[in-house]
C-alpha cells in the first residue's frame, strides 16, 4: 500500500467528540453574578451575623431554641426568599414581555427535612386575567428560574482561608 493509500483517520480527543461529530467545546467561563460578606463576631449574641449584599445591609441569626437570639432570619429563612423572590420577578418579566394580564404573584415557600434530606414547597398564587394555557405556562417557567435550576443542579462551594 501507498502512502496516498493508507486510510487516514483522524484521531479524536474523547468521546464526547466522535458523539458530538466535533471538537469538544470548552465549558463557559464563569462569570461573578453577586457576592455577599457574612460577618460573625465572639462578642454579644452568639450566633448573629451581620449580612451585606451590594448596598443592602441586614442580620441573620439562629432562634433562641438553637442557642441564638432571634435578631434575625435563621439562614433557611434567607434560602427561601430567595427562591421566592427570583420566582416573583422572573414570572413578572415573563408576563411583561409577552403582555400577560399578570397583575400579582405570591410565593409561598416552606421547606422541611428529614436530617438527611430536605425538600422545599412551592405555591404560587397568580393574579390577573390569565387563561388556563397563560398560567400552565407561568408554572412551568416557575420550574427554570435561575434559583430554581441553581438549587437543583447543586452549586460547587470552594472553601479558602482568606488572610
Known amino acids: 500500500m501507498t502512502q496516498s493509500q493508507i486510510p487516514t483517520e483522524r484521531p479524536t480527543e474523547s468521546p464526547a467528540e466522535d458523539l458530538a461529530g466535533g471538537p469538544e467545546q470548552p465549558p463557559p467561563a464563569f462569570r461573578k453574578v453577586t457576592t455577599a ?26 432562634p433562641v431554641r438553637r442557642g441564638g437570639s432571634d435578631s434575625g432570619p435563621e439562614p433557611f429563612a434567607l434560602l427561601l426568599p430567595a427562591l421566592g423572590s427570583c420566582t416573583a420577578i422572573t414570572l413578572r418579566m415573563y408576563a411583561g414581555r409577552k403582555g400577560r394580564p399578570l397583575a400579582d404573584v405570591k ?57
Open 107 to 163: 410565593v409561598r415557600l416552606g421547606h422541611e427535612t428529614d436530617g438527611r434530606h430536605g425538600r422545599i414547597s412551592r405555591r404560587v398564587t397568580l393574579g390577573g386575567e390569565l387563561d388556563q394555557a397563560q398560567r400552565a405556562r407561568l408554572l412551568d417557567i416557575c420550574e427554570r428560574t435561575p434559583v430554581t435550576l441553581a438549587l437543583r443542579a447543586g452549586v460547587a462551594i470552594d472553601t479558602t482561608e482568606e488572610h
Open 37 to 62: 460578606v457574612v460577618t460573625g463576631s465572639a462578642d454579644g449574641d452568639p450566633f448573629h451575623v451581620d449580612v451585606r449584599s451590594g448596598a443592602h445591609r441586614f442580620t441573620a441569626d439562629e
